[in-house]
């Protein structure tokens, strides 16, 4: 049995969504378990539908999703003759879903608003696949994640209660193989004991694919891009990037800790823990061998670059020039954790305290406040933070050539570097 997962570059238009078809028919007398994201940029529309309604702005966030709900609508019409109204009345209870929180008033965090209405994107995306699959002759069962993925209630950034979630694969999940080849079902979503959708961080339908491919033993994970595989940097900041065939669970896992977009970071450790083998494959030429990623060592490889935009560097310094020893970074790491916060990069001074972040303002502000108690805080925005593994001194130098360094932490291994 073999997971596969398809991004949503893959399903962002009529010819897109039939190509997968075509992929999926290749492996025909398979057992495939398929994880599909929203199509295109529907979870960015989604997230503006999430923020006009918490600012009150109820006339904008249903006109927003009303846009949401034509775009597909007129997907499925133009993708489905036969299937057409059990697809429609399908998307209409999705749609519902939504409708009926934007009538309401938010009275909790925006985080819990937002996973309720942007889980609905994968949603959308997969009832029409499903039904285009099965007009076309790729029959498959269509399932909905949220009844098997459990989690907490830490919306935004889920985690999953692995037991239980094993229990329901192994009880739902598995016997549907016994009458069908091919399960389809949802990325990045699950659902509280409250039945409350959640969602695993932004990108999270890697994870998901990763999480069933553990559970369910799978010989094999692939996802599909819009690129030949793994690059040592992303071709749409360098046009220099190149392929790297193959990779460790180790190298791959040290790119994601530092951002690299192709891969969402908790997806190798599910994988490594079984050993299972996992491909980044190209779904506009599938015929491409693209980048396997497996246990075994890889040398030789070239300087991998991340460079994460919208930046944010908080300074800390204590206010009555003590030491910011054990205590108080203890405190800060806890703060972290309760406003669900992880730092790009920290550094630690005798009196101060540095730390880069994702620039979230809600977040931000929440942090800079409560170190206030504490600290003065100084808050530096619009930065970009440099990461290469495996550099050198001209790609260093050539990457950082007129630019102010902020920052600057090295290894043998790794050098980052917060640019302003």
């Keep these: 049995m073999k997971v596969f997962k398809f991004g949503g570059a893959s399903v962002n238009s009529i010819d897109r969504i039939k190509n997968v078809g075509k992929i999926l028919d290749q492996y025909k007398g398979q057992k495939l378990l398929v994880v599909i994201s929203a199509i295109g940029k529907t979870t960015n529309a989604l997230e503006k539908v999430a923020e006009a309604f918490y600012t009150?702005?109820?006339?904008?966030?249903?006109?927003l999703?009303?846009?949401?709900?034509?775009?597909?609508?007129?997907?499925?019409?133009?993708?489905?003759?036969?299937?057409?109204?059990?697809?429609?009345?399908?998307?209409k209870d999705f749609f519902t879903e939504v409708d009926w929180l934007l009538h309401d008033k938010p009275v909790r965090e925006f985080d819990y608003y937002y996973d309720q209405v942007v889980c609905v994107g994968e949603l959308l995306s997969t009832?029409?696949?499903?039904?285009?699959?099965?007009?076309?002759?790729?029959?498959?069962?269509?399932?909905?994640?949220?009844?098997?993925?459990?989690?907490?209630?830490n919306f935004r950034d889920a985690n999953i209660d692995w037991g239980y979630t094993q229990n329901k694969v192994t009880h739902e999940v598995k016997p549907v193989f016994n009458s069908a080849d091919i399960i389809l079902t949802q990325g990045f979503i699950?659902?509280?004991d409250e039945n409350e959708s959640t969602t695993l961080g932004r990108e999270g339908s890697d994870y998901?694919?990763?999480?069933?491919?553990?559970m369910l033993d799978a010989e094999s994970q692939t996802i599909w891009k819009d690129v030949e595989g793994v690059m040592n940097a992303d071709p749409k900041q360098f046009s220099e990037a190149q392929l790297i065939s193959e990779l460790n669970y180790t190298e791959a896992i040290e790119m994601t800790y530092y951002g690299a977009q192709v891969i969402h970071p908790k997806t190798i450790k599910p994988l490594q823990n079984k050993q299972i083998p996992f491909y980044v494959k190209c779904f506009l030429d599938p015929s491409l061998p693209g980048t396997v990623i497996g246990k075994n060592p890889v040398k030789n490889l070239p300087p991998i670059i991340v460079l994460k935009d919208n930046q944010a560097m908080i300074q800390?310094?204590?206010?009555?020039?003590?030491?910011?020893?054990?205590?108080?970074?203890?405190?800060?790491?806890?703060?972290?954790?309760?406003?669900?916060?992880?730092?790009?990069?920290?550094?630690?001074?005798?009196?101060?305290?540095?730390?880069v972040l994702d620039d979230r303002p809600e977040k931000l502000e929440k942090l800079?406040?409560?170190?206030?108690?504490?600290?003065?805080?100084d808050v530096m925005k619009g930065l970009k933070l440099l990461t290469i593994r495996?550099?050198?001194?001209?790609?260093?130098?050539?990457?950082?050539?007129?630019?102010?360094?902020?920052?600057?932490?090295?290894?043998?291994?790794?050098?980052?570097v917060l640019l302003q």
């Design 56 to 63: 009150d702005k109820k006339e904008e966030a249903l006109q």
């Design 65 to 91: 999703f009303e846009q949401v709900k034509q775009q597909h609508l007129t997907t499925a019409k133009y993708l489905l003759v036969t299937n057409y109204i059990d697809c429609e009345n399908q998307l």
């Design 127 to 153: 009832c029409i696949v499903s039904h285009y699959l099965n007009e076309a002759g790729v029959k498959n069962q269509w399932m909905d994640v949220r009844d098997i993925f459990r989690t907490d209630d």
């Design 190 to 192: 699950g659902s509280t």
């Design 208 to 214: 998901t694919a990763a999480i069933f491919a553990n």
């Design 316 to 355: 800390m310094k204590s206010k009555d020039f003590s030491f910011v020893g054990e205590k108080p970074v203890g405190q800060l790491y806890h703060l972290f954790e309760e406003l669900n916060i992880k730092p790009n990069l920290t550094q630690n001074g005798a009196i101060t305290f540095t730390c």
């Design 368 to 377: 800079a406040l409560t170190a206030s108690d504490v600290f003065d805080v």
């Design 390 to 416: 495996h550099y050198n001194k001209e790609v260093f130098e050539k990457l950082t050539n007129g630019k102010t360094i902020l920052l600057r932490q090295q290894t043998p291994e790794t050098i980052q």
